[in-house]
């Protein structure tokens, strides 16, 4: 007898082609996923573990759209767990007990759960915690997925019990198998011409599931026999915005990675890193007050133009406004890039800052301090004082640090830029200093 509530076979197709594509071309087998060799390959993490027959807890960190859920259903699949998954968006603490005790009742049953979370950095501390005990004793294998830096995000004690790997943005060439998937599996040709094609894996900005749901946009847009060139494309689908985020990890990484390309005297890095920003809607008086501490920090007396400079183009940006004040940002951050570089200042500023909170309170040499009644003058206050600008030379090399503490050299410019001419001048000026002393002793 046929079965009644079996689906018509015809309704059953109705229904697979009205899913999403990136749900119908989901991996079968580990063998299928694209990109992650380094978790993957022959020789990755996750092959080694599974070779072992040991699955042990993971957090798999990545940016969206690189596999994450896919990878953990698929490991569970490998070694024969259940897989139970649940979102820690949606989840609250009634639905993590829920699962473990499922968890348990299949474990006395002798099948061990692969309990995955996704966005587990969602979860509050003490709901972190909670995974602690049914990770140590065995109820769950933990794999929870996270777009954000575990080392920020999750608890110490939740991390020491899992491994954590890192997932890769998709490559141009990984994604241009997935779209060559994609039209396998729908039996046509994308109808892009090939410029249009690249800039479609540059609109996905190596997310996997944007890719296909563009692809998707992409064919429903399109009429038979049109061939869409770039500029088509882009009045086709909708611009992604690029991952980031002005709190998270995304942001520290490209300021990073702007102050370090500065640092290392790489302009055209630095403009590209200052233009990713702009381009993601950070705030450009951010950017012109990072580079205010550039000019100090890393350029400093090198080039003593560095810091005003950067003041006033911040000032310019402040008047103009967007886009015509980030062109003076974009001047700034190659002044800074190209300029000699000397982090002397902030070198002696940190050692001049260790003494004065070591040393106590010496009492400044009696010499340089001012008498204003007649006893503090009776005292000795101010008594040998040499006006400077009365010396021929403009000099007068007295001792001006405490008795007790000693001359001490915090400031020690660099053979670079300006500093070359500072140096020589207060070489000469120690050697000045030394044959007055002499003299007078």
């Not at 697979?16 to 087998?29: H, S, V």
């Not at 995304?250 to 630095?270: C, E, F, Q």
């Not at 920090?297 to 006033?312: F, K, R, S, V, Y």
Request: glycine share 8%; net charge negative; proline share 6%.
């Amino acid at each position: 007898m046929a079965d009644l509530f079996a689906p018509e076979p015809e309704k059953e197709n109705e229904v697979a082609e009205q899913r999403p594509l990136a749900d119908r071309l989901r991996p079968k087998n580990l063998d299928e996923v694209i990109g992650q060799q380094h978790l993957l390959g022959p020789d990755g993490t996750l092959r080694r573990m599974i070779a072992s027959g040991r699955l042990g807890s993971l957090i798999l960190w990545g940016p969206p759209g690189t596999g994450k859920t896919t990878i953990a259903r698929l490991l569970a699949d490998e070694v024969g767990y259940r897989f139970k998954q649940i979102s820690a968006v949606f989840s609250g603490v009634a639905d993590l007990k829920k699962a473990f005790d499922e968890a348990r009742f299949e474990r006395m049953n002798g099948r061990k759960t692969l309990l995955f979370v996704d966005e587990i950095h969602r979860f509050n501390r003490a709901q972190q915690d909670g995974f602690l005990p049914v990770m140590e004793d065995g109820t769950v294998v933990l794999v929870g997925a996270t777009t954000e830096n575990p080392s920020f995000e999750l608890n110490a004690a939740l991390l020491s019990r899992a491994q954590v790997l890192r997932l890769s943005s998709f490559t141009h060439e990984e994604l241009e198998q997935m779209a060559a998937r994609a039209e396998d599996a729908l039996g046509q040709k994308l109808p892009l011409d090939e410029d249009a094609r690249a800039g479609l894996y540059e609109l996905a900005d190596g997310d996997g599931r944007a890719l296909l749901g563009l692809v998707e946009e992409v064919f429903a847009a399109t009429k038979p026999g049109e061939i869409l060139d770039k500029a088509a494309l882009l009045k086709v689908v909708q611009r992604r915005a690029p991952i980031y985020d002005k709190k998270q990890e995304g942001h520290y990484n490209l300021i990073s990675a702007l102050h370090k390309t500065v640092r290392g005297s790489d302009p055209d890095a630095a403009l590209y890193y200052l233009a990713r920003m702009l381009v993601a809607g950070e705030d450009p008086l951010f950017l012109a007050r990072r580079m205010i501490r550039m000019a100090s920090e890393d350029i400093g007396m090198a080039d003593p133009q560095a810091l005003p400079l950067a003041i006033a183009a911040r000032d310019a940006y402040e008047m103009l406004g967007s886009p015509e004040g980030e062109l003076a940002l974009a001047h700034l951050c190659v002044y800074l890039a190209t300029a000699p570089k000397s982090n002397s200042i902030e070198v002696a500023f940190n050692e001049a800052m260790a003494i004065a909170r070591s040393s106590g309170s010496p009492t400044p040499p009696m010499v340089i301090l001012n008498a204003p009644t007649k006893m503090m003058k009776g005292q000795g206050y101010g008594e040998g004082y040499i006006y400077d600008h009365d010396t021929p030379e403009g000099f007068s090399g007295q001792e001006y640090f405490p008795e007790k503490l000693g001359r001490q050299e915090f400031y020690r410019p660099v053979e670079r830029g300006f500093e070359r001419e500072i140096k020589k001048r207060l070489e000469y000026f120690s050697r000045l200093r030394s044959k007055k002393q002499d003299g007078e002793d």
